[in-house]
C-alpha cells in the first residue's frame, strides 16, 4: 500500500519543481520562508519571554530549544529553495 502524501507536501513538492523551471517563483517562495521564520522566531521569542511567570513553562525551560527549532526549520527549506532558484537562474542565463 503506497503512503499518500499530505497537501503541505505536494505543495512543496511543486513549488520546488516548478522552481527549476521558473527561477522568479523560487525567489518569491524563498522570500516568503524568509519571512516566515522571521516572524515564527518573534512569535517563539515572545512565548519564552512570557514564559517565566508561567509554572507550566518553568518545567519545560530547560526545553525550550525545540521551540526555536520551528523558525530554524523554516530557514533551512528556504536556503534549500534558495540554492535551487540559484541553480535554476544559473541555467537560464548559461553562467
Do not use: H
Not at 525545540?66 to 530557514?75: E, K, R, V
Not at 536556503?79 to 537560464?92: D, E, G, H, I, S
Amino acid at each position: 500500500m503506497a503512503r499518500r502524501n499530505s497537501i503541505l507536501e505536494e505543495l512543496v513538492e511543486q513549488l520546488f519543481e516548478l522552481t527549476g523551471y521558473i527561477w522568479q517563483v523560487g525567489t518569491v517562495v524563498t522570500l516568503s520562508l524568509i519571512f516566515l521564520s522571521y516572524k515564527a522566531y518573534a512569535w517563539v521569542d515572545s512565548i519564552v519571554a512570557d514564559a517565566e511567570g508561567r509554572p507550566i513553562m518553568a518545567a519545560l525551560e530547560k526545553l525550550s530549544w525545540i521551540l526555536y527549532s520551528i523558525p530554524a526549520i523554516l530557514l533551512f527549506v528556504a536556503v534549500v529553495f534558495a540554492l535551487k532558484t540559484y541553480t535554476t537562474y544559473r541555467k537560464q542565463n548559461g553562467i
